[in-house]
């Protein structure tokens, strides 16, 4: 089994800055795919960055929401992921989920259990 957990949520202003962290521990051999989710209380669960280490690449993407403010990472390919969050707005208040997957697409099969993230005005 892989596990997955979350560190780094808490509350900021708008215009700061937050860094979560996911570790993974367990049976991690196989994952080319870790991303980051969030969710607001009654809104849709959004992916707001992945990230593929498979056929050595290094591929990054972003939600429109985040680009320019959001960076994820995930060094060399390793066991931690991180989600460095600048420019944080209210909007981007939510619980935030680290997952992994084989592939990026179509879904993910691990998830953690969540940090939250509260931006105030």
């Known amino acids: 089994q892989l596990q997955l957990v979350e560190s780094g949520g808490g509350s900021v202003q708008a215009g700061g800055s937050l860094r979560l962290s996911c570790v993974a521990s367990?049976?991690?051999?196989?994952?080319?795919?870790m991303g980051w989710f969030r969710q607001a209380p009654g809104k849709e669960r959004e992916r707001v960055a992945t990230v593929y280490t498979g056929n050595g690449l290094h591929q990054t993407r972003y939600a429109d929401s985040v680009k320019d403010r959001f960076t994820i990472s995930q060094p060399n390919a390793g066991n931690t992921l991180y989600l460095q969050m600048n420019s944080l707005r209210p909007e981007d208040t939510g619980i935030y989920y680290c997952a992994a997957a084989r592939e990026c697409s179509p879904d993910f099969g691990y998830w953690g259990q969540g940090t939250q993230v509260t931006v105030s005005s």
């Open positions: 367990g049976h991690f051999y196989q994952i080319y795919c």
